[in-house]
C-alpha cells in the first residue's frame, strides 16, 4: 500500500510539472462542451421551404400562413415554377418543396378533396421523417380548420377524434442539447483517461525509467494501479468540470445523484484506463498506444449509442455492445442525469461494469512483463 | 580476494534471439566484493547477461544464482539485494534528485527518517547538497552519472550491475566514478560493470571478455596481459577481438 502511496506521489508531480498536461486537462472539456454538443445537435429548427403555390386562393394562403406560423419552418422562396422549386431543392437552398397545384381551392370545394405535393430532402434520413411529420401535423391541422370552417362546425368543438397530447418526459422541452450533453461528456471522460493512462505508461518504455523500475522489488499490481488512479482522478475531476460548463451554458438540469453518478463514472474508468493500460503493456510507442486505441474508441463510441440510438442497431450489433463499457456508461449518465435513475434501475450495467472493470484491469496486470 | 566466496554462478547459459545466439555457453563465478569487469565490443552479448542476471530477461538455458538465489524462480528476491544502472540513463527527468531518492527507495521500502539521513549522507559525498530540489534534467550528465550510480546503491544491495556506466563523459569525470565504484567494493560490495573502455579494465579486479556471445578469457588484467603478451589491456582486448563476427 505504502509503495502505491509513493508511486502516486510521482504520478501526480509528473502530471502537474508537464506543460502540455494542463492546458489539456482545461481546454479539452471546454472545447468539447461549447463546441461539440453545440455541432453534435439534431434540434429540427428553421427548416427552409419552397412554396409553389399555382392556387393564390384563400385556401392556399392559409396553409402556407400556417407553415410561415411554426416554429419549425422558414419560407424562404416561393415561385410559381416547380423546376425552380426542385433546383433549389437540388442545391440545398431548402429542405422542402410545398407545392400547391392550380384549382386546389376549387378541388377541395367541389369534390372535398385536392393534392399537395411535398418534397423533402432526405439525405439525412430522420431529420427527413421529422420534417414530414412536423408537416403531415400542420396539414392535420390545417384538414380539421377546413372542416370546422366549412361545413360549420365551430373550431373548438370539432368532430369526434382522438387527439393525441403528447409530454416529453425527462426532457419536457426537447432541447438537444440536453440529450448530447451527458454523452459528449462520456466521450471526454475516456479520451482523458484512456489516452492520458495508455501514453504515460509507454513513455517510461520510451524513456527506459520503466527497465529501472523492473528491477526493483516492485509488483505488478502495484505499478499498475499506480498508473491508474492519478487518471481516474484527473478524468473525474474533468467530469466535473464538463458538467459545470453544461449547466452554466446551457442548464442542463441534473436531476440524479451526483455522488451516484461519479461512483458510477470511477467504475467505468477503471475499466476504460485498464483498456488503455492493456494497450499500452503491448506497444513499445505512443504512436502505437494513440494508434490502436483510437481504434476502440471509435468503435465504442459509434456503437455506444451517443449519436444514434442502440435499439435501431440490428440485433447483432445490439449483443455486441454488451462488451462496450460506453454503451453502459452512455446509459448511466443519460439516466442519471436527465432522468434521476438511482442504483436500483442501473444494476445491469453495475454488473456488466464490475466484470468489464475487472476483466481489463487484470489483462493489463497479467500482460505487464517485468521480465521480457 | 582472499576468501573467494561466489555470489553469482553462472553455468552454461545460453540466450538465443530467434536463430542469433547471444550468449553461447556462458561460464563463470563472480566473488563477493570484487569488481568484475565485462568487456566486449558492441554486439558481443555484454549487455544481455547483465540482463539476464537482472531478472530483467529470461534465460534459454543455463542454471544460474545470484546472491543465492535462483534466476529463473527467484526472481523478486534477486532484485531485493541488487541495483541496477542501465546504459539508458534512468533517473527521472523531470524530478527532483530529492524526488527521485524519495520514489525509488519508497518502492523498495525504507522508512522516511532513514531515507533522510541516507540522502543527507549521499549529497555531501557528491557534494550536491545545494542541489537537492533541482530537476535532473538540468544537471550535466556525469553528475546524473554519478546520481544515478548512487541512487542504485541506495537501499544497501550486496549486488551492483553497471551497464556502460560512463558512456559518453569525460576522462575525468570518468577516474570520478570509478573511486565511487572502488569505495562501494571497499564496503564489500560486489560490482559488476560492462564497459568498452580498455583503461576501465585495468581498474577491475578480473575482466571477462566476451566475443561473439563467448567468453573467450577470463582471469586478472596481469595474467591476461601476460597470457596474451601483451604491454595494456587495450592489445589483449584487440588479439582476442579481431576473430569477432558480430561486432557492429
Redesign the interface.
Known amino acids: 500500500m505504502?509503495?502505491i502511496?509513493?508511486?502516486l506521489?510521482?504520478e501526480f508531480?509528473?502530471v502537474f510539472?508537464?506543460r502540455t498536461m494542463l492546458p489539456m486537462i482545461f481546454f479539452i472539456p471546454i472545447l468539447q462542451m461549447l463546441i461539440l454538443v453545440f455541432a453534435a445537435t439534431n434540434d429540427l429548427k428553421n427548416v427552409n421551404i419552397y412554396i409553389v403555390d399555382n392556387d393564390l386562393s384563400s385556401a392556399s394562403r392559409k396553409l402556407t400562413d400556417k407553415f410561415q406560423a411554426s416554429p419549425f419552418f422558414r419560407i424562404t422562396q416561393t415561385g410559381f415554377s416547380p423546376d425552380d422549386a426542385e433546383d433549389a431543392l437540388k442545391r440545398e437552398k431548402v429542405d422542402m418543396v410545398i407545392s400547391i397545384p392550380e384549382k386546389f381551392e376549387a378541388d377541395l370545394r367541389r369534390d372535398d378533396e385536392a393534392q399537395i405535393q411535398l418534397i423533402i430532402n432526405a439525405i439525412n434520413q430522420s431529420k427527413a421523417e421529422l420534417i414530414y411529420n412536423y408537416a403531415n401535423n400542420i396539414l392535420q391541422g390545417y384538414n380539421k380548420n377546413l372542416i370546422a370552417e366549412w361545413k360549420g362546425l365551430p373550431e373548438f368543438n370539432p368532430p369526434k377524434q382522438i387527439k393525441v397530447q403528447p409530454s416529453f418526459w425527462f426532457n419536457s422541452e426537447l432541447d438537444y442539447k440536453w440529450y448530447m450533453a451527458p454523452g459528449i461528456l462520456a466521450i471526454l471522460v475516456t479520451i482523458i483517461g484512456m489516452f492520458l493512462s495508455g501514453m504515460n505508461l509507454v513513455r517510461e518504455k520510451e524513456?527506459?525509467?520503466i527497465?529501472?523500475?523492473?528491477?526493483?522489488?516492485?509488483k505488478k499490481y502495484q505499478f499498475i494501479v499506480g498508473k491508474l488512479i492519478p487518471f481516474v482522478f484527473i478524468a473525474l475531476f474533468d467530469l466535473a468540470f464538463g458538467l459545470t460548463i453544461a449547466r452554466l451554458a446551457f442548464d442542463l438540469p441534473i436531476v440524479g445523484s451526483l455522488p451516484l453518478l461519479f461512483g458510477f463514472a470511477t467504475l467505468y474508468l477503471v475499466g476504460a484506463l485498464g483498456l488503455g493500460l492493456f494497450i499500452s503493456t503491448l506497444a513499445d510507442t505512443q504512436q502505437q498506444v494513440m494508434f490502436v486505441s483510437f481504434f476502440f474508441m471509435m468503435v465504442f463510441i459509434l456503437m455506444g449509442g451517443i449519436f444514434t440510438p442502440v435499439e435501431n442497431m440490428p440485433t447483432w450489433a445490439q449483443y455486441l455492445d454488451r462488451l462496450n463499457p460506453i454503451y453502459y456508461f452512455m446509459r448511466i449518465m443519460r439516466n442519471v442525469v436527465l432522468k434521476g435513475s438511482g442504483f436500483t434501475d442501473l444494476t445491469t450495467e453495475f454488473a456488466s461494469l464490475i466484470v468489464i472493470g475487472i476483466t481489463f484491469l487484470s489483462l493489463a496486470i497479467w500482460r505487464y512483463r517485468?521480465?521480457? | 580476494m582472499n576468501q573467494q566466496i561466489p555470489v553469482i554462478t553462472v553455468r552454461n547459459l545460453v540466450k538465443k534471439f530467434g536463430s542469433f545466439v547471444a550468449n553461447d555457453h556462458l561460464n563463470f563465478e563472480v566473488y563477493k566484493g570484487e569488481i568484475f569487469g565485462f568487456l566486449g565490443a558492441n554486439g558481443a552479448g555484454k549487455t544481455t547477461a547483465m540482463r539476464i542476471l537482472?531478472?530483467?530477461?529470461?534465460p534459454t538455458s543455463g542454471e544460474l544464482t545470484v546472491g543465492g538465489y535462483d534466476v529463473y524462480t527467484q526472481?523478486?528476491l534477486i532484485?531485493?539485494n541488487?541495483g541496477?544502472m542501465?546504459q539508458?540513463?534512468?533517473?527521472?527527468?523531470?524530478?527532483t534528485i530529492s524526488?527521485n531518492i524519495?520514489?525509488?527507495t519508497?518502492?523498495?521500502?525504507i522508512r522516511r527518517n532513514e531515507r533522510l539521513k541516507r540522502e543527507a549522507d549521499m549529497l555531501k559525498k557528491l557534494n550536491l547538497e545545494n542541489e537537492r530540489n533541482k530537476l535532473i534534467a538540468s544537471l550535466p550528465l556525469g553528475w546524473k552519472q554519478k546520481l544515478a550510480f548512487s541512487v542504485a546503491l541506495f537501499h544497501n544491495p550486496q549486488i551492483v550491475f553497471l551497464d556502460e556506466p560512463t558512456g559518453g563523459v569525460d576522462p575525468i569525470t570518468r577516474r570520478q566514478f570509478w573511486d565511487h565504484i572502488y569505495e562501494a567494493a571497499a564496503e564489500g560490495k560486489t560490482i559488476f560493470v560492462t564497459t568498452h573502455y580498455m583503461d576501465e579494465a585495468e581498474y577491475c579486479d578480473r575482466v571477462s571478455i566476451m566475443v561473439d556471445g563467448r567468453i573467450d578469457a577470463l582471469d586478472t588484467p596481469e595474467n591476461l596481459k601476460k597470457q596474451f603478451n601483451a604491454a595494456n589491456m587495450e592489445q589483449v582486448f584487440l588479439k582476442l577481438a579481431r576473430g569477432a563476427k558480430n561486432t557492429e
Do not use: H, W
Open positions: 505504502r509503495t502511496l509513493y508511486i506521489q510521482k508531480i509528473q510539472r508537464n524513456l527506459g525509467t527497465e529501472q523500475l523492473n528491477v526493483t522489488p516492485i517485468k521480465t521480457t | 537482472c531478472g530483467l530477461l529470461a526472481t523478486e532484485k531485493k541488487i541496477y542501465s539508458k540513463f534512468s533517473l527521472y527527468e523531470d524530478l524526488e524519495r520514489f525509488y519508497g518502492i523498495y521500502g
